[in-house]
């Protein structure tokens, strides 16, 4: 029952700090150091990434009109097989795979390496503060100015390749924030706020698979009971707690800009390191 209840929060963490631009990992690499699930390490190394899809499985939900590329026939029967397909969502998520090339590259060709080298409290710490700097510097820079793009489809290729490469920092760099990233990436690219965050829930969508699928296989088929049962629990609170954080930050920030999570990133980034350095 206490591994549950681990677990359970766990997912809390999870659901709201992966939609939130104030780094997931980050926030799970520390919860890990100091409530520690009682599983081997292999097994938490995959559960830490895995149970994102509940996260994912959210977004699927609330945007799934969005994003569904398919559609009934619109009565005109000289359409053929394109009067099933919404073209503008395909498009959508051409632009979505060109967005994930940079971090499939990085990750199929460094990922172990990055993990051993990265994944401890002092990056995560100075990278909590640094992207928070950032964050309240282009919220400062770009007040008062006119967003260029205010449709997910006016996103064009270019744009969407140069927010993977954004993303590409927080792949290297935990305590970054992915959503963090993108949204800065698209903040800079001439996005508006709504428009960046919208983007951003949509390249999770691959992005998580595809990283969660490489830890499964990693890890390997062979999970006892209790693991499958922490992981379901972790993805199912992870699950509804992302329901009501994606709800909250589309609310947000039609009215508000994103320097509060700056300021929260760097009063948690000094923090966490004055800790460690204590204690550690």
Known sequence: ML?????????IVEGITEWLPISSTGHMILLDEFIT???TEAFKEMYLVVIQLGAILAVVILFWNQIWPFCLP?????NGIMGYIRKDTFIM???????????????????DFLEETFYNYQTVSIMLIAVGIVFIFIENRNKGQEAKVTTISGITYQTAFLIGV???????????SRSGATIIGGLVLGLTRTVAAEFTFY?????MFGASLIKVLKFGLSFTGNEV?????????????????IKFLMGYIKKHD??????YRIILGVLVLGYFMVFN
Do not use: H, R, Y
């Open 258 to 263: 994103f320097k509060v999570f700056g300021w």
């Open 74 to 78: 619109s009565g005109n029967k000289s």
């Open 166 to 176: 954004f993303q590409l920092i927080a792949a290297v760099f935990p305590g970054t």
């Open 203 to 207: 390249l999770a969508i691959p992005v």
């Open 229 to 245: 049962l922490l992981l379901l629990t972790g993805m199912a609170t992870a699950f509804i707690v992302s329901l009501v954080v």
């Open 37 to 39: 699930l009682d599983a």
């Open 93 to 111: 998520w051409f632009k979505i795979a060109a967005a994930c090339v940079p971090a499939v590259i990085i990750e199929l060709a460094m990922g």
């Open 3 to 11: 591994e549950i209840l681990k677990s359970i929060l766990f997912g």
